[in-house]
C-alpha cells in the first residue's frame, strides 16, 4: 500500500472528469476475488482505526549513554499500549467487543464512532489534478534583495538587523547566511540548536561544511522532539563524524528555542532567533519570522544560552532576552500587568499578540483582569485558546481571531503598547505550561524601528482578515468573520504584496547605490 498511496486514480469518463477512488474501497469491492479460495459467500468490511501512546519513558542511565537510552526508548515506542479505538458505523458488536477485548482498552469512555474512512490527514497528499480553481495559485517566496544581488549577508547584518517572514521571503536566506559563515575565513564559530530538521537538510549540510572547514561548531540537538528522535539521533551522529560539539540537551528540559550564535574575528558577532524551526520543509508552508541581529547585548546573550545548556548550574542572567524556565513568564505577567497600570493612569495601552496557543492559567488570568481594567486586548491565535471572549465585565476588550489559510500560522510576536512607546518581542514560545516552565524557550526584545512597524502590521493585517478568519470566543464554533460592507481582505494575500512592494523598493535602492558608485 505504501507504494501505491491511498488514493487511486481511475481512467478519466467520457465527460472529461477525473475520478479517484480511496484504496480502501478498491480492498471492499475486491474482497471475493482476494478471498476467493476459503468457500464463503458474503462479504462486509469495516474500518476501524486504534491509537497508541506514543509517549517515551525515558530513564537516565549515565553506564548507557544519551544516544542508547533514547534509542531503545524509540523501538520501545512500538510496543505502546492502545489507548483509543475509533470504529466506523455499523461495525457489528460482537466484532467490536472482541476487538476491543484483543486492544484492551478499559476506558469505553475512549472508544468512539468514526466515519467510513479514518486517517484523513493522508488528504495532504491527495493526487493532483489540473484543473481551475483545485489549486491555490503559486506564491514563489521572494529571494531578498541582498541574496539577489549576492551582497555578503554577514556585512548587511552588522549595518541594520534584518527580519525574514517566511514562507513569503525565501527561508534560502537562512540557509544563504550559514552557507556564508561555513566558507569564510573571518567566521570563528558558529553555535546552533536543532530541533526538528528536513531530510537531507541542507541547515544540516552547512554546519557539517563548516566544520570540515576548521571552524568551531556547536549544535544542541534536541533527541527528545516528538517522533523526529530517530531523525534527531542520526543528525548528531552525522554532526559528531564532522568534527561538531553535539549537546544533548539539559535534563529534564526541552531545548525548544531556535537560535544560531556566529562568532566572527573583525567586528561584532552575529545571531539569528526564530519563531520557528530550522527545516527547509516547513518554511514552505508555515509562517514563521527569522530575526538576524548584530546587537551585542542580544548576541551576547544568545551566547550564554548555549553556556546554560552545556552547564545547567552555571549561574546565567537575561537583562533583555525572554528566556524560560527562568522568568519568561514573570517578565510577560509584568508586562501585562504595566498595561493595565497604565490604562487605570490615563496612558495608552494595549495588547496585541500572535501566538499558537495559550492555555496557561495566571496567563489567561491576567489577561481577563487587564481586559475588565479597560485595555484593549487583540489576539491572534490558531490553535488551543483558554480565553472566552464577551463575558461583561471579564472580557468584553478581548478580541480573538484565527486564520486558516494556504499557510499555517505559527509566528509568535508580542506587542504591549506600554505607555506610548511600544514595546515588541518575537521568538518560539506559547503560552503553554510546557513552554514557559518545562522547556528552554527564546523570546527577543525588537529594537530596530522599521522591524517593529512590519511586526505591526503582520499583526493588523490578521485582525484584519475577513476572507480566511475566524472569530474566538470560547464556545468551540469559529465563527467565519465576514466583510459584512468592508473591502474584502485577505491578510495572508495582502502580506504577500507587501513583501513583494517591500523587497522590490529595496531592490531599487541597492541598484540606485550601485549606480552612484
Do not use: E, H
Given at each position: 500500500?505504501?507504494?501505491?498511496?491511498?488514493?487511486?486514480?481511475?481512467?478519466?469518463?467520457?465527460d472529461h472528469k477525473a475520478y479517484i477512488i480511496y484504496i480502501d474501497d478498491i480492498v471492499r469491492f475486491h474482497l471475493p476475488y482476494i478471498f476467493n479460495e476459503m468457500g464463503y459467500e458474503h462479504f462486509d468490511a469495516y474500518a476501524f482505526k486504534f491509537s497508541k501512546d506514543a509517549k517515551m519513558q525515558v530513564e537516565s542511565d549515565p553506564e548507557e549513554g544519551v544516544l542508547k537510552t533514547i534509542s531503545e526508548a524509540v523501538r520501545e515506542r512500538r510496543k505502546g499500549m492502545p489507548v483509543r479505538a475509533i470504529f466506523g458505523e455499523g461495525v457489528p458488536e460482537d466484532l467490536k467487543k472482541d476487538l476491543i477485548k484483543r486492544l484492551d482498552v478499559d476506558d469505553l469512555d475512549l472508544v468512539t464512532v468514526g466515519g467510513r474512512y479514518h486517517n484523513n490527514k493522508d488528504l495532504m497528499h491527495f493526487p493532483y489534478v489540473p484543473g481551475k480553481g483545485l489549486r491555490y495559485e503559486p506564491w514563489p517566496s521572494i529571494e531578498i534583495p541582498e541574496v539577489q544581488k549576492g551582497i555578503s549577508l554577514i556585512d548587511r547584518i552588522r549595518k541594520k538587523d534584518l527580519l525574514i517572514h517566511v514562507p513569503y521571503e525565501s527561508f534560502d536566506s537562512f540557509i544563504r547566511f550559514l552557507q556564508e559563515c561555513a566558507i569564510s575565513p573571518r567566521v570563528k564559530e558558529i553555535k546552533a540548536t536543532i530541533y526538528r530538521a528536513a531530510n537531507n537538510s541542507k541547515v544540516v549540510k552547512a554546519l557539517v561544511a563548516a566544520a570540515q572547514n576548521g571552524k568551531k561548531v556547536t549544535c544542541m540537538v534536541e533527541l527528545m522532539a516528538r517522533f523526529n528522535e530517530s531523525s534527531n539521533?542520526?543528525?548528531?551522529?552525522?554532526l559528531r563524524d564532522a568534527g561538531c560539539e553535539v549537546l544533548t540537551g539539559a535534563e529534564g528540559f526541552k531545548v525548544h528555542g531556535k537560535i544560531v550564535f556566529v562568532k566572527?574575528?573583525?567586528?561584532?558577532?552575529?545571531?539569528?532567533i526564530s519563531s520557528g524551526n530550522f527545516h527547509e520543509g516547513n518554511a514552505k508552508t508555515y509562517t514563521d519570522c527569522l530575526l538576524f541581529t548584530a546587537d551585542r547585548k542580544i548576541v551576547k546573550e544568545i551566547d550564554s544560552i548555549f553556556t546554560m545548556i552545556a552547564r545547567p548550574y552555571a549561574p546565567v542572567r537575561f537583562n533583555n532576552l525572554l528566556v524560560s524556565p527562568l522568568k519568561m513568564e514573570s517578565v510577560f505577567q509584568r508586562l501585562i500587568r504595566k498595561e493595565e497600570q497604565n490604562h487605570k493612569k490615563g496612558l495608552p495601552s494595549g495588547i496585541k499578540i500572535k501566538i499558537n496557543h495559550i492555555t496557561d492559567k495566571p496567563m489567561v488570568s491576567l489577561l481577563y483582569e487587564a481586559s475588565a481594567a479597560g485595555v484593549p486586548i487583540k489576539l491572534l491565535v490558531r490553535g488551543n485558546c483558554s480565553l472566552k471572549t464577551g463575558v461583561r465585565g471579564i472580557s468584553d476588550n478581548i478580541e480573538i481571531h484565527a486564520i486558516i489559510d494556504r499557510y499555517l500560522e505559527h509566528s509568535r510576536i508580542f506587542i504591549f503598547e506600554n505607555g506610548g512607546t511600544p514595546l515588541y518581542f518575537m521568538g518560539s514560545a506559547d503560552w503553554m505550561p510546557r513552554n514557559l516552565y518545562n522547556r528552554i524557550e527564546?523570546?527577543?526584545p525588537i529594537y530596530d524601528p522599521d522591524i517593529q512597524k512590519e511586526l505591526e502590521?503582520?499583526?493588523?493585517?490578521?485582525?484584519?482578515?475577513?476572507?480566511?478568519?475566524?472569530?474566538?470566543?470560547?464556545s468551540g464554533k469559529y465563527l467565519p468573520i465576514l466583510p459584512n460592507?468592508?473591502?474584502?481582505?485577505r491578510s495572508q494575500e495582502e502580506l504577500y504584496d507587501y513583501y513583494l512592494e517591500k523587497d522590490d523598493k529595496e531592490l531599487a535602492e541597492l541598484e540606485r547605490k550601485e549606480l552612484k558608485k
Open positions: 500500500m505504501a507504494s501505491i498511496g491511498r488514493f487511486v486514480r481511475l481512467p478519466d469518463g467520457k539521533i542520526l543528525i548528531s551522529q552525522m566572527v574575528k573583525d567586528g561584532p558577532d552575529i545571531a539569528v527564546v523570546i527577543a502590521t503582520i499583526v493588523d493585517y490578521g485582525m484584519a482578515d475577513n476572507q480566511k478568519a475566524a472569530l474566538v470566543d470560547g460592507g468592508k473591502k474584502p481582505f
